[in-house]
């Protein structure tokens, strides 16, 4: 008859334990990375999600979006964004976005900063939500924001944005300088990295967007101010 002490049942155990740690610190962060972080829905025209080298074709019917994707329409297509949480961008033809996520623990809070890195055009529908803040980059400028609509481009090496509810802060990463957008009111950040100063809302940033539910009149889009 084998018999076993206390001491050494206890020690398997902890070293059972130990190991099952171990194991769920190691697949967590792979599993994070797997998790759904949206939807994405083919309007019309051709869309890609390039995911680990691996392409995948956007549906209408909607395809989940995770973290480190690269999303592509082409010079046709159009596609709507929908984060968890009910963030909506509606992304024009001829665009490349990259999304990324990064949770992280503040207090007893758990905060999700999310970042899309910009070339091309899009129009966001933005929710206040202090929990998942936003901010939509370029080559050139940072665009932060908490709750609004406004749209934001980058084309020919110049950031341009305009906002249609609430306020949106420009930032250009040549140089730091910062300008607040107010509903109504568009700026630049040019070639060379310079914030130019805040304009009427031109229409003509309102051009293939038809598709958000935002309606032009003639006026707006031949590219004068744009009615509110």
């Known amino acids: 008859m084998v018999t076993v002490s206390n001491k050494s049942f206890n020690s398997e155990i902890k070293l059972s334990f130990m190991i099952f740690v171990l194991i769920f610190l190691i697949k967590a962060p792979i599993q994070a990375q797997s998790q759904p972080s949206g939807v994405v829905k083919l309007v019309e025209g051709y869309g890609i ?6 392409e995948i074709n956007i549906q209408k019917k909607g395809t989940i979006i995770k973290n480190g994707d690269l999303i592509r329409t082409n010079v046709p297509g159009k596609i709507i964004l929908t984060l968890l949480g009910g963030d909506d961008f509606f992304i024009a033809p001829d665009t490349e976005i990259k999304f990324k996520e990064n ?13 899309l890195t910009l070339k091309g055009r899009l129009l966001a529908k933005i929710r206040k939500n202090l929990a998942r803040p936003i901010q939509i980059r370029t080559p050139n400028a940072i665009v932060a924001v908490k709750g609004t609509e406004f749209v934001t481009e980058f084309i020919q ?5 305009g906002t249609i509810k609430g306020l949106v802060s420009m930032t250009s990463i040549v140089n730091n300088k910062s300008v607040e957008l107010k509903e109504g009111t568009m700026s630049s950040v040019n070639i060379e990295g310079t914030v130019m100063p805040p304009s009427e809302f031109s229409g003509k940033l309102m051009q293939d967007f038809e598709f ?14 744009i009615k509110l």
């Open 49 to 54: 999600i390039i995911r680990n080298g691996t």
């Open 103 to 115: 949770k992280k623990k503040k207090g007893l809070s758990n905060i999700i900063n999310r970042n």
């Open 157 to 161: 090496g110049i950031t341009n944005v």
């Open 212 to 225: 958000a539910g935002d309606k032009m009149s003639e006026e707006d889009a031949a590219g004068k101010k």
